[in-house]
């Protein structure tokens, strides 16, 4: 069994910055990418950033220059530092990692429960 925990999340006006965490623990042999996914009320949930295994990155033009992406492979942990936020990026944030359980399983995508950011303006 694999849980993803997320935590950083809250309340921050325009311009501030939060980082958030997410921590994969339970069985895991291995972590290819890790990354980060949001969903506004209303709207269908869009990709953030990811990373690779190595260190690889890749952002959405939106947050391009404004969020950094990370990761601490030892601890199975992604991070998303989040600066000069404005109040569009308000979202639930999903993490996600792309893992196998066992060195004979599948590559199966996992998910977080969702943190809140909210951006006041």
């Known amino acids: 069994q694999v849980q993803m925990v997320e935590s950083g999340g809250g309340l921050v006006q325009a311009g501030g910055s939060l980082r958030l965490s997410c921590a994969a623990s339970g069985s895991i042999f291995s972590i290819n990418n890790m990354a980060w996914y949001r969903q506004a009320p209303g709207k269908q949930r869009e990709f953030i950033a990811v990373?690779?295994?190595?260190?690889?990155?890749n952002y959405a033009d939106s947050v391009k220059g404004r969020f950094t992406i990370s990761r601490d492979n030892a601890n199975h942990t992604v991070y998303l530092q989040m600066n000069s936020l404005k109040p569009e990026d308000t979202a639930v944030y999903y993490c996600n990692a792309e893992l196998r359980s066992h060195w004979y399983t599948s590559l199966y995508d996992y998910w977080g429960q969702g943190t809140q950011v909210t951006v006041s303006s």
């Open positions: 990373i690779t295994r190595g260190g690889s990155r």
